[in-house]
């Protein structure tokens, strides 16, 4: 977690600490920087009527990664949003001066050459964008952009949701078939059948979403058998 010290350091004390990133309005800019684990990643909101879809800025980028020792390759440029990728020093005290080594410039070039900042997604700076959290990695949209990325990520859950159970229910359906099956082939005068433990998870965390059986046994009257089996779909 960060603490306030770092906040204050970190681009003139511009922005707000989250405790797990930092964001706010910097230099005329919506800035987010995001510590996680070697790396650091800031976004910067920028676009330019004189740089359509920011071939220049991404040029731009793309050779100071390649000569900074501090910014990696990784580092992207889209049509509204620039994501910077930073190494991060071995001590979190030592993120402010490694953020504002590399960040200040940036902005102030970005400034000098007629960019602005506004919506991420769709560029808008006749609204005011609001900060937004998409999987961990916050940035700032417009209402409208957040509404419909709302949207996106819930039919996304949705759909995720429904081929998981359909894939559980088949899966269920096909065990129970071949306990059916194995019994049948068997003597029919004593036969018992029995699942001991049957769980199953859809949850879309990880691990992946799994069924397992974990012992099942039947017997006639002629034999016993039993297994264990790990299913995972």
């Known amino acids: 977690m960060l603490n306030d010290k770092i906040c204050a350091a970190t681009l003139d004390g511009s922005l707000t600490n989250y405790k797990n990133y930092l ?6 800019f919506y800035i987010a920087v995001i510590p996680r684990g070697q790396f650091i990643y800031v976004t910067v909101n920028a676009e330019s009527p004189l740089d359509p879809n920011n071939d220049r800025l991404r040029s731009t980028v793309a050779q100071e990664a390649s000569g900074n020792k501090w910014l990696n390759q990784a580092s992207s440029v889209g049509a509204y949003k620039v994501l910077l990728v930073i190494l991060a020093p ?32 769709c560029g808008r700076t006749d609204v005011t964008p609001e900060l937004f959290d998409v999987n961990g990695m916050p940035a700032y949209y417009c209402p ?10 819930e039919e996304g859950r949705e ?13 269920i359906g ?8 194995v019994a049948a082939s068997s003597s029919p005068a004593t036969i018992r059948a029995e699942i001991i433990i049957i769980f199953f998870n859809l949850s879309m965390s990880s691990p992946p979403p799994s ?18 089996c790990n299913l995972r779909i």
């Open 174 to 181: 096909a065990l129970i078939g071949t306990l059916v099956g």
């Open 23 to 28: 964001a706010g309005y910097y230099r005329g």
């Open 144 to 153: 409208d952009c957040i509404e419909r990325t709302r949207q996106h990520l």
């Open 90 to 121: 071995g001590f979190a005290s030592g993120l402010p001066k490694r953020v504002n080594a590399i960040v200040e410039p940036f902005v102030n070039d970005l400034a000098a050459n007629g960019y602005v900042s506004g919506c991420g997604v």
């Open 211 to 228: 069924i397992h059986l974990l012992r099942f046994s039947f017997r006639s009257d002629r034999e016993e058998d039993e297994g264990i």
């Open 159 to 171: 759909a995720a949701q429904s081929v998981n159970s359909n894939l559980a229910i088949g899966m």
